[in-house]
């Protein structure tokens, strides 16, 4: 279990303005800013949950995995992940984790990816049965095969993640940190590492948190979400729980012969143009039937496709909800 209580993070960020004699200036006097990436937050996680944890750029993810991995130590607070202190007991704690960071790789870069793999296995210490039977398994779910043999500066950044995924499953972790998992991954790549995760999930109660901007990963693998925004906690509650707060309007697409048609107070144009409209409606004010029905008696409709507020949408509004 993941308990994090009134946790607390600043750092001290040098600033100075542009230019050459400014930036002379700055070698002998320093201008500093307190940034508070992480402000008072706390939430728990039981095991085996998968937790999607978004929020904009800046608002204190990263911080905060990194904080729960031991890399980083709080100001102050609680982070206690299965009876341990992260940044206190470091060696016992890497051995029950897994990380990803999209932008961090954990291969070497001029080695093959299977040199590395063994790299990984020595410094966690796997027996050898173990590791050669996960490999098998991970080379088979994220069809590594083809590429085991190349240097990871050779791979494309689609094959690199796919192996950045397996080095940090090479020793079992109980708890799988996800940042930006699938980053750089084809459409058939991306759907792999899902349907890999939710395996890993259901078949080894593999706790996940997952940090990323892309909102078809959180569908497809959490049921709950953590909205971070300026280093605080705004939302805790389920994805279905987010869609009934903000999805009651309804998007409609319109294709029609004929003038634009003049649309009621209550159908707001999200987008236009000759012969065809994108408008959206709150059917606790007014019906689709009867925004249907508002619009055909003016022009002759040649195809309608109504649909609910996107994912993305909604998290969009919750952003602008929160001043984030």
């Not at 939430?43 to 990194?66: H, L, Q, R």
């Not at 799988?176 to 792999?192: N, R, W, Y």
């Not at 959206?280 to 507020?309: C, F, K, M, N, R």
Request: glycine share 8%.
């Amino acid at each position: 279990m993941i308990v994090v209580e009134h946790i607390c993070k600043t750092f001290r960020v040098a600033k100075r303005k542009p230019g050459f004699g400014q930036a002379v200036r700055a070698l002998f006097s320093r201008e500093y800013e307190t940034v508070h990436a992480l402000d008072n937050i706390s939430f728990t996680i039981k095991d085996g949950e998968m937790v999607g944890y978004i929020g904009p750029n800046g608002a204190g993810k990263s911080t905060t995995i990194k904080i729960m991995c031991g890399v980083l130590t709080p100001d102050s607070g609680i982070c206690d992940i299965d009876g341990r202190i992260p940044w206190k007991d470091r060696i016992p704690h890497v051995r029950d984790i897994g990380v990803v960071f999209g932008q961090r790789s954990q291969l070497w870069w001029d080695v093959p990816v299977i040199d590395s793999f063994e790299l990984i296995r020595d410094i966690y210490r796997v027996e050898y049965g173990e590791y050669k039977q996960t490999l098998d398994e991970l080379v088979t779910l994220l069809d590594l095969s083809e590429i085991l043999k190349t240097p990871t500066r050779s791979l494309s950044l689609g094959q690199r993640m796919r192996c950045e995924i397996a080095a940090s499953l090479l020793h079992n972790p109980k708890t799988l940190f996800l940042d930006e998992p699938t980053i750089g991954l084809d459409a058939v790549s991306k759907i792999a590492v899902r349907g890999f995760i939710k395996k890993l999930n259901a078949e080894r109660g593999t706790t996940v948190i997952l940090t990323t901007h892309d909102m078809q990963d959180i569908e497809a693998l959490t049921e709950r979400i953590l909205l971070i925004g300026k280093g605080r906690i705004l939302l805790d509650g389920s994805l279905e729980e987010l869609k009934q707060r903000s999805s009651r309007r309804k998007k409609m697409i319109i294709e029609y012969n004929g003038n634009r048609p003049v649309l009621s107070d209550n159908i707001a144009i999200i987008a236009q143009k000759e012969g065809r409209i994108v408008v959206e409606t709150d059917p606790a004010v007014l019906s689709v039937s009867d925004a249907i029905a508002s619009i055909s008696a003016q022009v002759d409709v040649l195809d309608i496709s109504v649909s609910g507020i996107s994912s993305e949408e909604i998290v969009a509004a919750l952003y602008k909800e929160f001043q984030i």
